[in-house]
């Protein structure tokens, strides 16, 4: 097995990943848009190290893919795959704030645990009905659809809530054969319907004025900056990887606007 990997339009491939699916049909569905690989340096597209006893080590991988496009200024995810003790999939598509488009956010992670599984398109402004209305409207009926078929995942903290949208669906899973079973037949079309619809929105987006992009950008680094500064994964990332590589992935690749 290669140790690396360059950066290239193929969805990454790590042995035993469980949420691989999820992002091969995410790129399977963004290929047709014109995809650019979007640099990342090498440190940060492939990392592994042990963790656990000396007895009883485990692999940790954590792998990034990063494209761009005509609307998209970045479309990442973040990887990571420590056998039982940890599988993520957290994907992010930042548009250009030349466009009126939403983040489209998905945080899919396995932990001892159990399951916490994240779907929104969120604002980069959610008190500007011109740039959530129309998004709303169609999301809430594929929000409806699946969210009668999955529990709800508990309450968020207040200081989230400006970043997500009424669409926010958010569940909890037991580990196993039965959250196996949801996440195959409601998780996966879920997030599929999600992008689906994001795709649909970005593709018919126009170029905004000057001014709104301003407005837009200015909204996207509030966005990005909360969530450069709240990410649930830095503890994680950092029990794996030490906080000087952490910090950096955070602040230069996955929330780097
Ligand atoms: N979350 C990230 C990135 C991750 C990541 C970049 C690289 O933003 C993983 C990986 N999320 C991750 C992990 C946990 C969570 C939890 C490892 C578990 C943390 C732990 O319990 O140790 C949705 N994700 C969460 C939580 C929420 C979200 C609400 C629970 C937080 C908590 O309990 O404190 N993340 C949040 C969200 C989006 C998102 C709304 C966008 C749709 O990506």
Request: with cysteine.
């Amino acid at each position: 097995m290669s140790s690396t990997r360059s950066n290239s339009l193929d969805p990454v491939a790590i042995e035993g990943w469980s949420w691989q699916p999820f992002l091969e049909d995410a790129v399977d569905r963004l290929r047709p848009m014109g995809l650019e690989p979007y640099p990342v340096s090498d440190e940060f597209l492939f990392k592994q190290d042990q963790t656990g006893s000396k007895t009883k080590p485990t692999t940790v991988t954590t792998a990034t893919w990063a494209c761009r496009s005509e609307k998209f200024r970045q479309v990442r995810a973040a990887c990571v795959c420590a056998g039982a003790s940890a599988s993520v999939l957290n994907f992010v598509i930042n548009p250009l704030p030349r466009y009126d488009l939403p983040f489209f956010g998905g945080d899919l992670v396995t932990l001892p645990s159990g399951h916490l599984l994240a779907l929104d398109l969120q604002p980069a402004d959610k008190s500007d009905e011109k740039h959530t209305n129309h998004v709303w409207e169609r999301l809430m009926p594929i929000f409806d659809r699946w969210r009668s078929e999955l529990p709800d995942g508990g309450p968020i903290p207040d200081e989230a809530k400006p970043f997500f949208s009424p669409g926010f669906l958010w569940t909890r899973l037991p580990l196993g054969e039965e959250g196996d079973k949801i996440i195959a037949s409601v998780v996966r079309p879920a997030f599929n319907d999600y992008l689906k619809l994001y795709l649909d929105l970005a593709a018919a987006a126009v170029p905004v004025s000057d001014q709104r992009r301003d407005h837009l950008l200015a909204g996207q680094r509030r966005y990005t900056d909360y969530r450069a500064e709240k990410d649930p994964a830095r503890g994680m990332l950092t029990r794996f990887y030490g906080s000087e590589w952490t910090e950096a992935y955070i602040h230069n690749v996955l929330f780097d606007l």
